[in-house]
T-cell receptor
Framework: SQQGEEDPQALSIQEGENATMNCSYK?????LQWYRQNSGRGLVHLILIRSNEREKHSGRLRVTLDTSKKSSSLLITASRAADTASYFC?????????????FGEGTQLTVNP | GAGVSQSPSNKVTEKGKDVELRCDPI?????LYWYRQSLGQGLEFLIY????????KSGLPSDRFSAERTGGSVSTLTIQRTQQEDSAVYLC???????????FGNGTRLTVT
Protein backbone atom coordinates (compact mmCIF):
# COMPACT_ATOMS: atom_id res chain seq x y z
CA SER A 1 0.00 0.00 0.00
CA GLN A 2 0.99 3.62 -0.35
CA GLN A 3 3.66 5.39 1.66
CA GLY A 4 2.23 8.43 3.40
CA GLU A 5 -1.37 7.74 4.28
CA GLU A 6 -3.42 10.53 5.81
CA ASP A 7 -6.34 10.28 8.11
CA PRO A 8 -9.02 11.28 8.34
CA GLN A 9 -9.91 11.33 4.66
CA ALA A 10 -12.27 14.21 5.32
CA LEU A 11 -12.66 16.63 8.21
CA SER A 12 -15.32 19.29 8.72
CA ILE A 13 -15.00 21.85 11.51
CA GLN A 14 -16.25 25.30 12.51
CA GLU A 15 -14.18 28.42 12.08
CA GLY A 16 -12.02 29.03 15.14
CA GLU A 17 -11.62 25.34 15.97
CA ASN A 18 -8.36 23.46 15.61
CA ALA A 19 -7.85 20.88 12.86
CA THR A 20 -5.57 17.88 13.25
CA MET A 21 -4.56 15.65 10.37
CA ASN A 22 -2.39 12.57 10.66
CA CYS A 23 0.01 10.86 8.30
CA SER A 24 1.52 7.40 8.59
CA TYR A 25 4.30 5.96 6.48
CA LYS A 26 6.11 2.66 6.15
CA UNK A 27 9.81 3.13 5.42
CA UNK A 28 12.61 5.19 6.93
CA UNK A 29 12.63 8.78 5.76
CA UNK A 30 14.98 11.73 5.43
CA UNK A 31 12.20 14.24 5.78
CA LEU A 32 8.45 14.63 5.64
CA GLN A 33 6.65 17.53 4.00
CA TRP A 34 3.11 18.84 4.16
CA TYR A 35 1.42 20.45 1.18
CA ARG A 36 -1.90 22.16 0.66
CA GLN A 37 -4.05 22.06 -2.47
CA ASN A 38 -6.96 24.34 -3.20
CA SER A 39 -9.56 23.01 -5.58
CA GLY A 40 -8.37 23.10 -9.18
CA ARG A 41 -4.89 24.32 -8.29
CA GLY A 42 -1.44 22.89 -7.80
CA LEU A 43 0.03 21.98 -4.44
CA VAL A 44 1.67 24.57 -2.21
CA HIS A 45 4.45 23.63 0.18
CA LEU A 46 3.64 24.35 3.83
CA ILE A 47 6.36 22.90 5.99
CA LEU A 48 9.23 20.41 5.98
CA ILE A 49 10.34 18.45 9.03
CA ARG A 50 13.57 16.47 9.04
CA SER A 51 13.89 13.00 10.49
CA ASN A 52 15.94 14.31 13.44
CA GLU A 53 13.31 16.90 14.34
CA ARG A 54 10.28 16.21 16.52
CA GLU A 55 8.25 19.36 16.18
CA LYS A 56 8.14 22.41 13.96
CA HIS A 57 5.99 25.54 13.90
CA SER A 58 5.08 27.97 11.17
CA GLY A 59 2.46 30.58 12.00
CA ARG A 60 -0.76 28.70 12.85
CA LEU A 61 0.74 25.41 11.73
CA ARG A 62 2.33 22.88 14.03
CA VAL A 63 3.87 19.68 12.71
CA THR A 64 5.08 16.77 14.80
CA LEU A 65 7.08 13.75 13.72
CA ASP A 66 7.41 10.46 15.56
CA THR A 67 9.88 8.29 13.67
CA SER A 68 9.42 5.39 16.09
CA LYS A 69 5.73 5.23 15.15
CA LYS A 70 6.37 6.35 11.57
CA SER A 71 3.75 9.04 11.88
CA SER A 72 3.32 12.78 11.63
CA SER A 73 0.55 15.18 12.47
CA LEU A 74 -0.38 18.60 11.13
CA LEU A 75 -2.27 20.90 13.48
CA ILE A 76 -3.92 24.06 12.21
CA THR A 77 -4.94 26.30 15.09
CA ALA A 78 -7.76 28.84 15.06
CA SER A 79 -8.93 27.67 11.65
CA ARG A 80 -10.41 30.03 9.08
CA ALA A 81 -12.77 29.42 6.17
CA ALA A 82 -9.79 30.14 3.88
CA ASP A 83 -8.03 27.04 5.28
CA THR A 84 -10.53 24.89 3.39
CA ALA A 85 -8.39 22.73 1.09
CA SER A 86 -6.86 19.27 0.73
CA TYR A 87 -3.75 18.59 2.76
CA PHE A 88 -1.13 16.05 1.71
CA CYS A 89 1.88 14.62 3.44
CA UNK A 90 4.86 13.59 1.33
CA UNK A 91 7.79 11.49 2.40
CA UNK A 92 11.34 11.63 1.13
CA UNK A 93 13.07 8.33 1.76
CA UNK A 94 16.35 9.59 0.34
CA UNK A 95 18.39 8.03 -2.40
CA UNK A 96 16.96 4.57 -1.72
CA UNK A 97 13.65 5.81 -3.05
CA UNK A 98 15.24 7.21 -6.16
CA UNK A 99 14.14 10.69 -6.85
CA UNK A 100 10.59 10.76 -5.75
CA UNK A 101 8.56 12.35 -3.04
CA UNK A 102 5.76 9.91 -2.23
CA PHE A 103 2.43 11.58 -1.57
CA GLY A 104 -0.50 10.29 0.42
CA GLU A 105 -4.15 10.40 -0.60
CA GLY A 106 -4.79 13.62 1.32
CA THR A 107 -7.24 14.93 3.88
CA GLN A 108 -10.05 17.16 2.66
CA LEU A 109 -10.55 19.89 5.27
CA THR A 110 -13.70 21.99 5.27
CA VAL A 111 -13.86 24.96 7.63
CA ASN A 112 -17.39 26.26 7.98
CA PRO A 113 -17.85 29.99 8.64
CA GLY B 1 8.95 36.10 -10.25
CA ALA B 2 6.84 33.70 -12.27
CA GLY B 3 5.89 30.36 -10.86
CA VAL B 4 5.67 27.03 -12.65
CA SER B 5 3.54 27.41 -15.76
CA GLN B 6 1.67 24.58 -17.44
CA SER B 7 -0.19 24.55 -20.73
CA PRO B 8 -2.81 23.92 -21.78
CA SER B 9 -4.85 24.20 -18.59
CA ASN B 10 -7.49 21.91 -20.06
CA LYS B 11 -7.29 19.40 -22.89
CA VAL B 12 -10.08 17.25 -24.30
CA THR B 13 -9.02 14.63 -26.79
CA GLU B 14 -10.44 11.58 -28.48
CA LYS B 15 -9.31 8.12 -27.57
CA GLY B 16 -6.35 7.09 -29.72
CA LYS B 17 -5.02 10.58 -30.33
CA ASP B 18 -1.64 11.82 -29.11
CA VAL B 19 -1.32 14.76 -26.69
CA GLU B 20 1.54 16.98 -25.57
CA LEU B 21 1.55 18.73 -22.22
CA ARG B 22 4.02 21.52 -21.52
CA CYS B 23 5.73 22.69 -18.35
CA ASP B 24 7.81 25.85 -17.84
CA PRO B 25 9.63 25.49 -14.52
CA ILE B 26 10.88 28.32 -12.34
CA UNK B 27 14.08 29.76 -13.76
CA UNK B 28 17.15 28.23 -12.12
CA UNK B 29 15.37 25.15 -10.82
CA UNK B 30 17.37 22.09 -11.83
CA UNK B 31 14.86 19.48 -10.70
CA LEU B 32 11.60 18.92 -12.56
CA TYR B 33 8.87 16.38 -11.78
CA TRP B 34 5.70 15.18 -13.47
CA TYR B 35 2.89 13.74 -11.34
CA ARG B 36 -0.58 12.52 -12.20
CA GLN B 37 -3.60 13.07 -9.98
CA SER B 38 -6.90 11.31 -10.52
CA LEU B 39 -10.09 12.85 -9.13
CA GLY B 40 -9.97 13.01 -5.35
CA GLN B 41 -6.77 11.00 -5.19
CA GLY B 42 -3.18 11.56 -4.21
CA LEU B 43 -0.30 12.16 -6.58
CA GLU B 44 1.22 9.42 -8.69
CA PHE B 45 4.88 9.97 -9.61
CA LEU B 46 5.62 9.76 -13.33
CA ILE B 47 9.10 11.05 -14.14
CA TYR B 48 11.92 13.18 -12.69
CA UNK B 49 14.65 15.27 -14.36
CA UNK B 50 17.72 16.55 -12.50
CA UNK B 51 20.16 18.71 -14.40
CA UNK B 52 21.97 16.78 -17.09
CA UNK B 53 21.51 13.40 -15.43
CA UNK B 54 19.49 10.63 -17.03
CA UNK B 55 15.83 11.06 -16.04
CA UNK B 56 14.14 8.72 -13.59
CA LYS B 57 11.36 7.25 -15.73
CA SER B 58 10.36 4.56 -13.26
CA GLY B 59 6.87 5.98 -12.69
CA LEU B 60 5.74 6.06 -16.31
CA PRO B 61 2.74 3.68 -16.49
CA SER B 62 3.36 2.42 -20.03
CA ASP B 63 5.50 2.97 -23.11
CA ARG B 64 2.79 5.29 -24.44
CA PHE B 65 4.12 7.89 -22.01
CA SER B 66 7.35 9.80 -22.62
CA ALA B 67 8.85 13.09 -21.54
CA GLU B 68 11.65 15.39 -22.58
CA ARG B 69 13.35 18.33 -21.00
CA THR B 70 15.11 20.59 -23.47
CA GLY B 71 18.05 22.74 -22.42
CA GLY B 72 17.45 21.98 -18.78
CA SER B 73 14.33 24.11 -18.80
CA VAL B 74 11.00 23.46 -20.54
CA SER B 75 9.58 19.95 -20.36
CA THR B 76 7.02 18.20 -22.53
CA LEU B 77 5.04 15.12 -21.47
CA THR B 78 3.71 13.17 -24.44
CA ILE B 79 0.98 10.56 -24.25
CA GLN B 80 0.52 8.52 -27.41
CA ARG B 81 -2.67 6.70 -28.39
CA THR B 82 -4.54 8.09 -25.39
CA GLN B 83 -6.92 5.85 -23.45
CA GLN B 84 -9.83 6.84 -21.23
CA GLU B 85 -7.89 5.77 -18.14
CA ASP B 86 -5.34 8.48 -18.97
CA SER B 87 -7.92 11.09 -17.95
CA ALA B 88 -6.49 12.93 -14.94
CA VAL B 89 -4.79 16.15 -13.90
CA TYR B 90 -1.12 16.18 -14.85
CA LEU B 91 0.96 18.26 -12.45
CA CYS B 92 4.45 19.56 -13.04
CA UNK B 93 6.73 20.72 -10.21
CA UNK B 94 10.23 22.12 -10.01
CA UNK B 95 12.74 22.71 -7.24
CA UNK B 96 16.29 23.92 -6.65
CA UNK B 97 17.42 20.39 -5.92
CA UNK B 98 16.15 16.91 -5.20
CA UNK B 99 15.80 17.62 -1.50
CA UNK B 100 14.22 21.08 -1.76
CA UNK B 101 10.44 21.64 -1.48
CA UNK B 102 8.53 21.44 -4.73
CA UNK B 103 6.81 24.31 -6.51
CA PHE B 104 3.80 23.11 -8.46
CA GLY B 105 2.03 24.41 -11.51
CA ASN B 106 -1.77 24.43 -11.64
CA GLY B 107 -1.82 21.35 -13.80
CA THR B 108 -3.32 20.27 -17.10
CA ARG B 109 -6.72 18.59 -16.84
CA LEU B 110 -6.79 15.90 -19.53
CA THR B 111 -10.07 14.34 -20.57
CA VAL B 112 -10.04 11.46 -23.02
CA THR B 113 -13.44 10.83 -24.62
Amino acid sequence: SQQGEEDPQALSIQEGENATMNCSYKTSINNLQWYRQNSGRGLVHLILIRSNEREKHSGRLRVTLDTSKKSSSLLITASRAADTASYFCATDAGETSGSRLTFGEGTQLTVNP
Amino acid sequence: GAGVSQSPSNKVTEKGKDVELRCDPISGHTALYWYRQSLGQGLEFLIYFQGNSAPDKSGLPSDRFSAERTGGSVSTLTIQRTQQEDSAVYLCASSFSRVAPLHFGNGTRLTVT
